[in-house]
């Protein structure tokens, strides 16, 4: 996308405003798909907790792409986008037991990642089939809010686990047709993976009725510039080689799942906001935006580098500033960035704001959630509005006015 394109976005929509190019996502998910064409059955499920935009999802569902879930209300929203319950699998963490029998009753693949609800569930519904998600306490994550698969993590079931895993099964005979791991969000590393996916390889061995491997995600995509990123196309290469390796070991074809979410949909969004103050201090020239963690909280909950421009000036001189939002406590987007000369009413476009930025947004200070626009075909399709007074009230029940006296 252009930034005429997206300047002329922000004039029509308003700011701040989420945008979104649709063929950014369809080009990451082809590369991923190529990638691993050597895989007879390849399917790649879309982690929509990275931007659950129904829209979005009908996207990914017209390329073929299958839905990963974390909560009941996800397969809800994919349901309502139109995929099929057995394109949807549900990989939570921490959940009742009431709410995988509410799922798997919708026909939903059910991941269990615990050995309690494990027994549980196999002791009510030995014939259902499920997917077992084990740690295979593998370090691959660039920041520990966001790496699962160490040794104190609460994700997954502990590959030390395994004999009392496999005892769980063979007592309530129950029905595994799937491994899973997903071993942390930035994948830094292809030799770190391939040795996690030894692990889930042999864990796999234990069970005879398998008919998937899910590999988790993780890909790391670019912020800055010359940020590294995940080599998709040697992970594709050393991958395909060494699973189609083990489908003739294990006498079987398997379908090779990953649940990407950053990867598809990250680079693919810009969020567009303005600037509302230019305040010179002693040390700092600080540029305020109408905008805060409400609606951008990367920043400030990952330290998260997301890069800055101002297309409304981008031939001007560069100066340094710090890009701070208009919440009532620090919110700082940006310290010390070199950016091109800011006047007050001009747009700063943020890159890589596809993924965890719209779907992490707050009301904080009770301001609206900005509106998101899909850029298809060369034009902007609105889809989410702006909130308005009514969504903030919406819900909420007054006292009588007896009450209040
Ligand atoms: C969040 C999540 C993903 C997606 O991770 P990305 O880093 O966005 O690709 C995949 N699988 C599970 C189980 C997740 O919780």
Redesign the pocket.
Known sequence: MQSKDLLQLAEQFGSPIYVYDAEKIQSQYNRLTKAFSKVDKLRINY?M??LSNVAILQLLKDMGAGL?T?SIQEVLLGLHAGYAPEKIFY?P?GVSLEEIEEVNAMGVQINIDNLSILEQFGTKHPNVPVCI?INPHVMAGGNTN?S?GHIDSKFGISIHQLPHLVRIVENTKMNIVGI?M?TG??ILDIEVFLYAAEILFDAAKNFKNLEFLDF????KVPYKKDDIETDIEELGRKLSKRFNAFCTEYGKELTLIF??????V?EAGFFLAKVNVVKQTTSTVFAGIDSGFNHLIRPMLYGSQHHIENISNPKGKERFYSVVGYICETDTFANNRRISEIKEGDILCFRNAG??CFSMASNYNSRYKPAEVLWLNGEGHLIRARESFEDLLKNQIPLPIAATV
């Open positions: 982690a907790k990275a990963d974390v990989t963490n998600r966001i699962v899973h997903h969000s930035d988790g995600s993780g890909f649940e990407p979410g950053k990867f598809l990250s993924a965890y």
